[in-house]
DNA sequence: AATCTAATGAAAAATCATATCATTAATAGA
DNA sequence: TCTATTAATGATATGATTTTTCATTAGATT
C-alpha cells in the first residue's frame, strides 16, 4: 500500500520498512496493544522501542491508528480506517471494532447551549460484548 | 458535605483529611490534573503519592472525577457531578465543562446493528472552545 | 556518485506507578 | 471514655514506562 507512504511523507516522514512492521502489526491485533506489549512482539524483528514510540505517534497523525480504553483501563492502540471512527471495546475479550456511524451533531448543539463552547471534534468510544461473547453466557475470556 | 464520607463508606473505605484535601483540588482545577500535577500541588500540606494514586482512584469509583485527555493528549483528571457526565475540553486553556445531555440511545441501537456488539456503556469526550477562548481569535492561552 | 536529511536503536536518564510495611488515625464496642 | 479492631498513611524500595541523546545507518535528491 504506496498510501501510507504518501501519508508518511504528507506529515514529513519516510515510511520505512520497520514503521511497515509496526503498521502490520497493529493491523493484526484485533485488541490492539499497549506499547510496552508491541515492543516485545516485534524484539525479534529488531525493531526498537524508540522507533515503536515514534511509529506509533505517527500513525494516530495520519489517522491510521486510535486508542481505547480496554475492559481494564488499559491504554491500547487499535488499527482503524479514518482519522474519525468510534471504537467499540468488547469488556470480556477486547475485541475491538469500529463504527463508523457518527450522529452526534444534534448532541454537540446542545452541548453548545448548555456550555457555551464551540464543539470542534469529540472521541467516543463504546463498551459492549461483541458477537462472541454475547453468546457465551459468564464465561471469562482471555 | 457529609455525603463524600457515605459514598466513601459505601465501597469500604474513609473520608480522611487528606482524602478531603485531595478532593478539594480536583474541585479547584477547572482543566483538572495529572497525578504529578497534584502530587507537587499537595507535597507541601503533606500529602503522599500513594494516599494520592488511591484517593484518586477511589473518587472515580465513587463518580467524583472522571478522565479526560486535553488537547495535548495527556490523561488529566477532573472533577465532576456524576457517575455519567459528558465532559468538554477546551482546546485553547484546557478548562473543562461537564455536560449533563446524554442522548446516545438512538446511535448505540445503530451500532449494535453495525457491529454486532451489544452496548454497555461509553465514554464521551468533546474538545472545543470555551466561550472565553471563543473570543479571542487566534491567542495562545496558559 | 555525492550530498543532504531523516531514521534507527543502544544507552542513559527521567518519569511515573506500584508494592511493602512500620506507624498512625479512625471507628466501633464495652 | 477506654480499648480493640481495622483501615489509612507515607517513606522507601522497586519496577515499569517513556523520553532524551547521539553515533551510525538508510533514504531521498541532485
Given at each position: 500500500m504506496d498510501d501510507l507512504k504518501r501519508q508518511f511523507n504528507r506529515i514529513g516522514m519516510r515510511y520505512t520498512a520497520q514503521r511497515s512492521l509496526v503498521h502490520q502489526l497493529f493491523l493484526g491485533s484485533p485488541c490492539g496493544l499497549t506499547i510496552p506489549e508491541a515492543v516485545s512482539a516485534l524484539k525479534d524483528r529488531r525493531v526498537g522501542e524508540t522507533t515503536i514510540y515514534r511509529t506509533v505517534r505517527a500513525l494516530q497523525e495520519i489517522g491510521r491508528l486510535c486508542w481505547v480504553h480496554d475492559h481494564k483501563g488499559e491504554h491500547r492502540y487499535v488499527a482503524c480506517g479514518s482519522r474519525h471512527s468510534h471504537p467499540i471495546v468488547c469488556t470480556v475479550c477486547g475485541k475491538v471494532a469500529e463504527c463508523?456511524?457518527?450522529?452526534l451533531s444534534v448532541l454537540e448543539k446542545l452541548l453548545g447551549l448548555e456550555t457555551g463552547y464551540t464543539v470542534e471534534g469529540h472521541h467516543l468510544e463504546f463498551y459492549g460484548k461483541c458477537a462472541d461473547c454475547s453468546r457465551l453466557p459468564a464465561q471469562e475470556t482471555q
Open positions: 463508523r456511524t457518527c450522529e
